[in-house]
């Protein structure tokens, strides 16, 4: 049930960075097999500052609920960044970061 969350500069296509970043999750096999439950969503930023060199970037939060251990964390963000890599992306910055959320004040509804 992954949030993936990815925030790019706007130079680059970000239905290209959902579907590496979809599948990135779906290859760690920490969620569902089919994928169903990789929710991937992007925002574009069209005024950004990366540091004193002015790049492109991705950067992608992935919010997982709470239990998996640092083996598999790490696993599911470097199969992410190596998937976002392969698009052969030039002059940017790619970071992935693994959020933790609280399986006991997780609340969902599907209404």
């Known amino acids: 049930m992954p949030h993936c969350?990815?925030?790019?500069?706007?130079?680059?296509?970000?239905?290209?960075?959902?579907?590496?970043?979809?599948?990135g999750a779906l290859d760690?096999?920490?969620f569902t097999p089919e994928g169903s439950d990789i929710k991937v969503r992007a925002i574009s930023y069209s005024h950004?500052?990366?540091?004193?060199?002015?790049?492109?970037?991705?950067?992608?939060v992935l919010?997982?609920?709470?239990?998996?251990?640092?083996?598999?964390?790490s696993a599911l963000s470097h199969l992410v960044?190596?998937?976002?890599?392969?698009?052969?992306?030039?002059?940017?910055s790619i970071s992935v970061e693994i959020v933790d959320i609280d399986r006991e004040s997780y609340a969902k509804s599907i209404v």
Do not use: M, P, W
Request: aromatic fraction near 4%; hydrophobic fraction near 35%; charged fraction near 30%.
């Open 5 to 23: 969350i990815i925030e790019h500069s706007s130079d680059i296509d970000g239905s290209d960075l959902i579907s590496a970043v979809h599948q």
């Open 28 to 30: 760690s096999e920490l």
């Open 48 to 60: 950004y500052k990366t540091g004193s060199v002015d790049i492109s970037f991705v950067h992608v």
């Open 63 to 73: 919010r997982i609920l709470s239990g998996r251990n640092l083996e598999q964390k």
């Open 81 to 92: 960044l190596e998937n976002l890599k392969a698009k052969a992306l030039k002059d940017c």
